[in-house]
């Protein structure tokens, strides 16, 4: 995984010491943030995120309707490549954490308006005692190749939904009750027909859009030729290393485990 040079210790509670820290207030402006060193309003929502690099974080929860950056909020794509890596996996938790808590007012199983459990990131309804955690769901992507050396090919493919003509790792969602090897094996399955073993994982990555953690990995092909699910993939093919199509952007695990394998280190 990159190289990170500075440093987030995410926190529920503000440490003993904040007081004397320099705070930092990343506003939530529907899914944009806007970052300044006060909060633009004391009275809205605030939610500490952590420290990052001895600063304490705070995610803002700016009403619907109101803009006090006054167009300024950058959307988490844009804000990527603006800021370090860092920066914007705080920007990220602000998002996930903020979201959360706006449509988590009520309680799901009695309908009680909720309140922040102290002390934990949860939200606790007073008369059921129901808890409600960020809401965290994880989706498997994965690359998987054939062959061996120069000859050796991965497969990727174009999803419905994909902007322009890239080409990607395969990824979905974990449904309840099942492994992320399960799903890795099912996916692949559904969506190109093949079948795959060797599922490996690589690495992970926090995917605030809106609350996915998406879990990346490395497999091989054991059988099959490539049939597309035409709900969900418009096209599929193996690559050569040397004859790549239009690949996804640095922002995205997929890009990594594209590079990963192109740098042989699957
Ligand atoms: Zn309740």
Redesign the pocket.
Known sequence: MPEQSSVFVPLVVPPADAEGRTHRYVHVVGASVWVDDQPADRSWGQHFLGLLDGQAMWGVDVPFGVDPADGAAADLFSYYGHTSENDWLVAGRAVQIVEWARTHRF?G????ETELAPGERAMR?P????LAFPRLAPAMITLVTRGEGAEQEALLAQGVNFRGSMYSCLAGFVEPGESLEGAVGREVHEEVGIDVDNVRYWGSQPWPFPHSLMLGFHAKHAGGEIVCDPTEILDANWYRRDALPNIPPGISIARKLIDAWLRDEV
């Not at 199983?109 to 009680?112: A, F, N, Q, V």
């Not at 008369?127 to 129901?130: A, E, G, I, Q, V």
Request: charged letters at 30%.
């Open positions: 309680c199983r009695c309908g009680t309804c008369k059921c005692r129901l």
